[in-house]
């Protein structure tokens, strides 16, 4: 049985970590309106992002090593965690970044379902009270109060984002650190040498 400190450090953790992944709108919004797309803005999120995995590796004394077998996972997830960053920061394109951020939150639905019905996980009660209540809250959000709807290409890109999100999960910090680079590789790639170079208006 799990030591309930242990719970509740794991319950802090994770609303700290759900409320700082939904500031993201707050950073990202004013740059697009200085001028950047959201390829250069998750180029620069991650190129600062990977130093602090790194020490965050070197301080915790763990290996940057990688076994031959964990080398396709990790490309896999790299991959995974491109597709969900960018979907996200494009759907802000078409809605309402908080609704956006909110729909997000979807993801842990998707990972118990996954666990569920590939892994054969048993859902508890309040799992599946859990899941209800978001499913709620997402019609709740359908419809505003002047009547208009969520963007339909928003919706789909930001649920993208939540399944890519929801299969890139590792407990890993190592694969973490390799997976944002793999990441960093392939924005830098499709940054400077498929699009216009990165544009800052004054």
């Known amino acids: 049985m799990i030591d309930m400190n242990v719970k509740a450090k794991g ?3 994770g609303a700290i970590a759900a409320a700082t992944y939904g500031m993201n709108p707050l ?3 004013p740059l697009y309106k200085s001028g950047m797309n959201p390829d250069s803005v998750l180029f620069f999120r991650y190129l600062f992002a990977i130093p602090l995995l790194g020490i965050m590796l070197k301080v915790r004394g763990r290996s940057f090593k990688l076994q031959r077998k964990e080398v396709f996972p990790l490309v896999i997830m790299g991959l995974l965690v491109a597709l969900s960053s ?16 909110t729909l ?3 993801y842990p639905i998707m990972v118990a379902l996954i666990m569920a019905l590939v892994f054969k ?4 009660i309040q799992t599946v009270v859990c899941i209800l209540l978001a499913l709620g809250g997402i019609g709740l959000l359908y419809k505003s109060d002047d009547g208009t709807t969520l963007s339909l ?12 999100y929801a299969l890139s999960q590792s407990d890993f ?6 997976c944002y680079s793999f990441f960093g590789a392939c924005q830098f790639r499709r940054e400077f040498m ?3 170079p990165m544009v800052f208006m004054g």
């Not at 996980?121 to 508890?124: C, I, L, N």
């Not at 919706?155 to 993208?160: D, G, N, P, Q, S």
């Open 153 to 164: 290409t928003g919706t789909m890109l930001v649920f993208t984002s939540a399944l890519s």
């Open 27 to 29: 950073f990202a919004l």
């Open 194 to 196: 498929f699009s216009q």
């Open 11 to 13: 319950y802090l953790l």
């Open 104 to 106: 997000l939150f979807v």
């Open 121 to 124: 996980e048993k859902v508890a």
């Open 86 to 101: 960018l979907t996200l920061f494009q759907s802000y394109n078409y809605m309402d970044a908080g609704i956006a951020s």
């Open 173 to 178: 910090l190592c694969f973490a650190f390799w």
